[in-house]
């Protein structure tokens, strides 16, 4: 008997509200995959006989995957190449090497001091990942390594700053505030950078902002090398990222924010042919508790700057409240100030809690506190607007510091640091929102177009938030002010934000759902997009040694997830060798024209 003929799709997907990414009107649609991209888009049902995969997405959106075009998965994507706490949410391609720090030239302990005490990752872990995986010797061979991953979903990386500098310098003349770079050392800068760029990273990630700090014993507790870079070192890495038309990603100093104008400079075109234009991607749109007009600062001169200069710069956006969690001072805010960063400088349990007690290192926070509590920062520094919820002492789950205080007699500082001496400092668990609070707001960052959304952070700071879903989120909050009958974007605009604005402007081939794209999409059922994406889950982490780390659990809202043509979750669950023996990602380069 004659074999039956094969199906002529992979995938048929019925009847969803189908949204291409371009920001086009949605229409109901059949879409057929075959060979890992979208062969068809059918008005009219779809002969769906014989196809391994069929999916009844009637009453859902069916999305481009969504781009998350900020993380610090370098060092977990080695040991969970999967990345299942973003792929569940819809999630298909992300950025590696964010914010200076990148695995690309630095050696194993290098990499580890540079990245582990900044993204909150277990030093050791960090270590492991990068003596057990595959051995690189450059950008060519990292790029290779990564690509032979059983990924998960797309990655796409820059070269960081730091990681550059370290690999030229030394890790501690580049952390040396009277260190410069010679000219030979600048010279091979800018060669090890356009390497990287020819082997297809995307640009250069850089760090202004002197809050983060070293770990490790060799230099513990300096600022991380990129922040030590004057402007000559990077102007002339800037002109390696204009020949190639690739992106810088930096963060300006926020006690000097005249600095900011330098990379509007760095990126315009006012003097220069306009098709040169640097893409700048800076930190962070936000609307901070501690500056409430900042985020109306941060706008207009995004607005000014890109018009006097001919400027791309784009501020990135958590479009979601920022709320933190912490294990007693274990948070980066506290290295806002020199007595935060001392406590943090000890490793050991029983030393910290000695300092904490300490009558003169209390003279000298309560002093240094009073001097930042009323500048621009990430942390608002008001202790009523903390609240327990961990405590060995049961009495005090609930109730902030502020209010403690008030029962005790004593100042809220004092209260603070009470709790955590009288309790073991990382025994006290506390929560705040440091921003992103009001609603209106956000709403009008959602509309600013030199705004980015973005910022996720996802494979950091494991014990002190979760923003995996932030796309479900925004999807969520744009939904909801259209059934208000008071819309802010339409579905299709915040589809685009998510997706096909970012790929566009990273000029990587994703974010599109169109005949002939990359089949990489998920599919939202809108009914899920409800308080579960706000709540609050942990989940034990076997790669990183059973650390429990804050995650998002809202499987309700995504009734697939594909990547490249395969469902890799499906009905809450990830299917069979996911993250393990199937790859669906891969490594992705710009296109040669991008910029």
């Not at 490793?347 to 300092?355: A, I, K, T």
């Not at 780390?549 to 996911?578: E, K, L, Q």
Request: hydrophobic letters at 40%.
């Amino acid at each position: 008997m004659p074999s039956e003929a094969p199906s002529e799709f992979d995938i048929v997907i019925r009847r969803g509200l189908w949204f291409d990414g371009t920001g086009g009107v949605p229409r109901i649609a059949d879409l057929g995959v075959r060979d890992g991209r979208v062969a068809t888009a059918s008005d009219t049902p779809l002969d769906a006989a014989d196809c391994p995969e069929v999916i009844d997405a009637a009453g859902s959106w069916v999305l481009p995957g969504f781009i998350d075009i900020h993380t610090h998965y370098d060092a977990e994507v080695l040991l969970n190449p999967g990345l299942d706490e973003s792929v569940r949410h819809g999630v298909t391609t992300v950025v590696l090497g964010c914010c200076s720090m990148s695995t690309v030239y630095s050696g194993p302990e290098d990499a580890a001091d540079l990245f582990s005490r900044v993204e909150a990752v277990p030093r050791q872990h960090v270590l492991r990942a990068l003596h057990e995986a595959p051995a690189w010797d450059g950008p060519e061979s990292y790029v290779k390594v990564i690509d032979a991953l059983p990924l998960g979903p797309n990655v796409a990386s820059f070269l960081g700053h730091s990681d550059l500098r370290a690999a030229v310098m030394g890790l501690g003349r580049a952390t040396d505030t009277w260190t410069f770079p010679t000219r030979a050392e600048l010279d091979r800068m800018a060669e090890l950078l356009d390497r990287a760029l020819a082997a297809g990273m995307l640009g250069l990630s850089g760090m202004d902002s002197p809050i983060d700090k070293l770990d490790g014993d060799r230099f513990r507790s300096r600022a991380l090398p990129s922040t030590y870079a004057r402007w000559h070192e990077r102007w002339r890495l800037v002109s390696v990222l204009r020949k190639r038309h690739r992106v810088l990603q930096s963060a300006p100093n926020i006690k000097n924010p005249l600095t900011a104008v330098m990379f509007f400079m760095a990126s315009g075109t006012r003097f220069r042919r306009r098709s040169d234009a640097v893409p700048v991607t800076l930190l962070v749109a936000a609307d901070s508790k501690s500056a409430p007009g900042a985020h109306l600062v941060i706008r207009y001169a995004a607005a000014l700057g890109n018009a006097v200069f001919r400027s791309r710069v784009r501020f990135q956006h958590l479009p979601v409240p920022f709320t933190l969690y912490s294990d007693g001072i274990d948070l980066p805010v506290f290295e806002e100030f020199g007595a935060g960063t001392a406590a943090l400088h000890l490793r050991d349990q029983l030393e910290r809690n000695r300092l904490l007690a300490d009558v003169a290192y209390r003279r000298r926070f309560r002093r240094e506190f009073a001097v930042k509590r009323h500048m621009p920062g990430l942390w608002h520094k008001d202790f009523y607007d903390a609240r327990i919820v961990e405590c060995p002492d049961a009495s005090m789950i609930g109730k902030s510091f502020g209010q403690i205080a008030e029962e005790r007699g004593i100042e809220p500082l004092d209260a603070f640091l009470d709790v955590l001496v009288e309790n073991g400092e990382r025994s006290v668990r506390w929560t705040t929102t440091v921003g992103n609070h009001r609603p209106a707001v956000l709403d009008r960052i959602a509309r600013d177009p030199n705004v980015h959304m973005g910022f996720s952070d996802a494979g950091a700071h494991l014990r002190n938030m979760a923003f995996y879903n932030f796309g479900l989120r925004f999807l969520k909050r744009m939904l909801d002010a259209q059934n208000a009958g008071a819309p802010v974007l339409s579905l299709t605009e915040a589809v685009h934000r998510l997706t096909g604005e970012l790929g566009s402007w990273l000029g990587l081939d994703v974010g599109y759902l169109r005949v002939g794209d990359r089949a990489d999409l998920v599919i939202v059922d809108p009914a899920g997009l409800d308080d579960s994406v706000d709540a609050y889950h942990e989940s034990t982490v076997d790669f990183f040694g059973g650390l429990s780390r804050m995650v998002n659990r809202n499987d309700g809202a995504v009734v697939a997830t594909a990547i490249a043509g395969r469902i890799v979750f499906r009905g809450g669950r990830f299917v069979d060798g996911y993250g393990d023996s199937m790859q669906t990602g891969r490594y992705l380069t710009p296109r040669p024209s991008a910029g």
